[in-house]
């Protein structure tokens, strides 16, 4: 469904020396560096598939997904979504995808969503009946009938994301290229979007691939991961192979007396005390905390994904 090979992105970047001299200067003689945005990039997803698409600030994940949607021409290398060339933006490749940004919105402020969605029905040419359908089970799924009908600008921002998906999927896209779309949503909302793209999946066996901050959101979606930082894949592989791969330790979390644990080198964590351990310090550590406070609550997990991620990118940063 999406392939990609050997992509690359280079942006020429003007460089200028500072103050009037320096800007006439580069009127009549302008120098130029390099900069690699995504850097030799190789991946493939299968049809049906969630995957997050994850690395820090500058990465390359937005630009990644601007050339897959067709929105960038790749500087080399080469990309395949659905069967087609994104960057020949085919209109039959533009039916088969959507691309949804937290931060951008398609909707039309001083109007109702439905009329968002009767635009976009006229635009993807979608037939009647169909577009009935999927409003139908799309209204349902997100839970729009109480504020579709009402101005953008008087919806929270719950409710315009919730009507933004809708828009979104009104045609059906068999691939969905999400990024961040739960920022700045409260936790109810979150949690319904991520189980309409989940059930939207399932329905479909539609493809996709999400880039978010939030790991809540990829913890819920994504089985597999692909880490990309400074333009280059990292990793790609399940998330248990990113947890054995970066999460070196386990976390180690405990209710009782703070000033006790504190001494064991615990740190609070809302309700909990937590600590993270190297997997053969767990039990002497158990024992050391049991000993102390034969009644405390103690659970042991894998760490949180968060705490993975900062370890893999920190580990790629130091080679």
């Not at 630009?63 to 949607?69: D, E, I, P, R, S």
């Not at 933006?89 to 919105?105: P, S, Y």
């Not at 409710?159 to 961040?180: G, N, S, T, W, Y």
């Not at 979390?253 to 351990?277: C, I, N, T, Y």
Request: negative net charge; charged residues 25%; aromatic residues 8%.
């Amino acid at each position: 469904m999406i392939k990609v090979e050997r992509l690359n992105k280079i942006y020429q970047v003007p460089l200028k020396d500072p103050g009037f001299w320096g800007s006439l200067k580069s009127v009549f003689s302008r120098e130029y560096r390099q900069v690699h945005a995504v850097n030799e990039i190789s991946f493939t997803i299968e049809p049906g598939e969630r995957v997050g698409f994850l690395g820090p600030n500058g990465a390359g994940k937005t630009t990644t997904l601007k050339m897959l949607t067709g929105l960038l021409y790749p500087t080399s290398g080469t990309c395949e979504v659905a069967g087609f060339r994104p960057q020949d933006r085919h209109v039959a490749f533009l039916k088969d995808i959507t691309l949804v940004m937290g931060q951008k919105q398609q909707l039309l402020w001083d109007l109702p969503a439905t009329e968002t969605f009767l635009l976009n029905r006229a635009l993807f040419d979608i037939p009647h009946s169909q577009y009935a359908e999927t409003l139908t089970e799309l209204t349902e799924l997100l839970d729009l009938a109480d504020f579709a009908d009402q101005p953008v600008r008087n919806l929270s921002l719950g409710q315009r994301m919730r009507c933004e998906l809708a828009a979104a999927l009104l045609h059906r896209p068999k691939v969905l290229f999400l990024d961040e779309p739960t920022i700045g949503l409260d936790v109810q909302v979150q949690a319904q979007v991520r189980r309409f793209i989940a059930e939207y999946n399932q329905r479909y066996g539609a493809t996709v691939m999400l880039t978010s901050h939030d790991m809540n959101d990829v913890a819920a979606l994504c089985r597999r991961i692909i880490l990309i930082d400074q333009g280059v894949v990292r990793f790609d592989g399940s998330l248990e192979d990113l947890s054995r791969t970066f999460g070196t330790g386990r976390q180690v979390s405990v209710r009782g007396p703070r000033d006790l644990l504190e001494k064991m080198g615990f740190a609070q964590d809302d309700d909990r005390m937590v600590r993270l351990v190297p997997r053969q310090e767990v039990n002497e550590l158990l024992g050391e905390v049991l000993r102390q406070i034969p009644s405390a609550e103690v659970t042991v997990a894998d760490p949180p994904l968060e705490e993975v991620l900062r370890r893999a990118f920190s580990a790629e940063g130091e080679e």
